[in-house]
């Protein structure tokens, strides 16, 4: 055996999201010092040996799907890639015709009433990013393991290797283990047993993407900011981000999918809406799809056009839209049991989207 191959730590990373591939790519480029007993000296060697775990049976098995923004984390997040993926982030941002400024970019934010413009957020380097095409990208040159859901570890008491056992039965052995499977974590509930359980928020959100039948809408939510732009409503918030697609959208399994491509950036006819919309309630159980989207409706929302449209318009069958209770979980040290099992992303820090920097935290992890 190859003795660099030999030293190399074994990582496991639980979970596929962005958080998890991205700590995957950012291991296998880190550059670490190895002490070499037998030639008494240190050996700079490349990598670690990473396996990413997640529950999904494959990359299209995904029911939800969202963009989000990043602005001062990106050189981060460019540094972590190798430079093969770092040079491709743009074909991952949800309208890669919109000129982005290094300095100088602004979100708004306006009453959602009257639709005055309350004031303009400095996001240095903004950039808002899609979910799935980002996850992708990301996802080049690793080794997923799907189909692989959590269910507990055992480990000595010394600095041994993990071994994980998954729900199918399999095992897998690991030097570090880190839980990046998101706000629901299952390896912080194994830390922390019922004190890792995520805490509800009495906050509701149901988002989704749409494209909307009457392009003059869809021109109208453009209009307002062709990024992203947040609307201050009485009991809440309603965010409206727009996204450039390729042809019409597609379903798979009865789930809408988007073949994220720009066709026209001049027709609103191929313009898709990722809708957010929280307000203060306390949701007893997850709904999805037609059921998610009459619950939105049938929220009042005295707000001003476009953003009432933006809601009212959406189709009934529209069957990307999920509503669910928004939870957060307090971060707390835990034992890492000999450095040998982290969190990261929400796992860490689940946080309501509100929080400014969510998604930029994250990426610093």
Not at 281 to 296: H, I, P
Request: hydrophobic share 40%; charged share 20%; net charge positive.
């Amino acid at each position: 055996m190859d003795m660099a191959t030999a030293s190399k730590l074994r990582v496991a990373v639980i979970g596929a999201g962005v958080t998890g591939v991205l700590l995957g790519q950012g291991l296998k480029e880190v550059r670490q010092t190895m002490r070499r007993l037998w030639i008494k000296a240190n050996v700079l060697q490349n990598g670690f040996e990473v396996t990413i775990y997640e529950q999904a049976a494959s990359i299209a098995d995904r029911f939800r799907e969202w963009t989000f923004l990043i602005h001062w984390s990106l050189p981060r997040l460019q540094s972590v890639l190798p430079k093969r993926i770092a040079d491709k982030l743009p074909s991952a941002y949800t309208n890669r015709f919109y000129a982005y400024q290094q300095e100088g970019e602004r979100l708004p934010f306006y009453d959602g009433m009257t639709g005055r413009l309350l004031y303009l957020a400095p996001c240095t380097q903004m950039r808002r990013f899609s979910r799935a095409k980002l996850r992708q990208l990301c996802m080049e040159g690793l080794d997923v393991q799907w189909g692989k859901r959590f269910r507990e570890m055992e480990m000595d008491d010394t600095n041994g290797p993990v071994t994980i056992h998954f729900e199918d039965g399999d095992t897998a052995v690991a030097d570090l283990v880190i839980g990046a499977d998101g706000s629901n974590s299952q390896v912080r509930r194994y830390l922390f047993g019922e004190g890792g359980r995520a805490t509800p928020s009495g906050w509701t959100m149901c988002s989704g993407t749409v494209r909307y039948a009457d392009s003059n809408i869809a021109q109208s939510l453009h209009e307002v900011h062709p990024v992203c732009s947040i609307a201050i409503l009485e009991d809440g918030y309603l965010m409206a981000a727009c996204k450039y697609l390729l042809g019409n959208t597609c379903a798979h399994t009865n789930r809408e999918r988007e073949v994220q491509e720009v066709i026209d950036p001049e027709d609103p006819k191929t313009f898709t809406f990722h809708i957010a919309r929280w307000w203060r309630a306390s949701s007893s159980e997850a709904l999805a799809g037609e059921l998610a989207v009459q619950q939105l409706k049938a929220q009042v929302l005295p707000a001003c056009e476009p953003f009432r449209s933006a809601i009212d318009k959406i189709p009934s069958d529209c069957s990307s839209f999920v509503l669910s209770q928004l939870q957060y979980w307090r971060t707390t040290p835990w034992n890492s049991r000999n450095s040998r099992v982290l969190l990261a992303g929400d796992a860490a820090h689940s946080m309501l989207p509100s929080k400014t920097g969510l998604d930029s935290r994250s990426v610093r992890n």
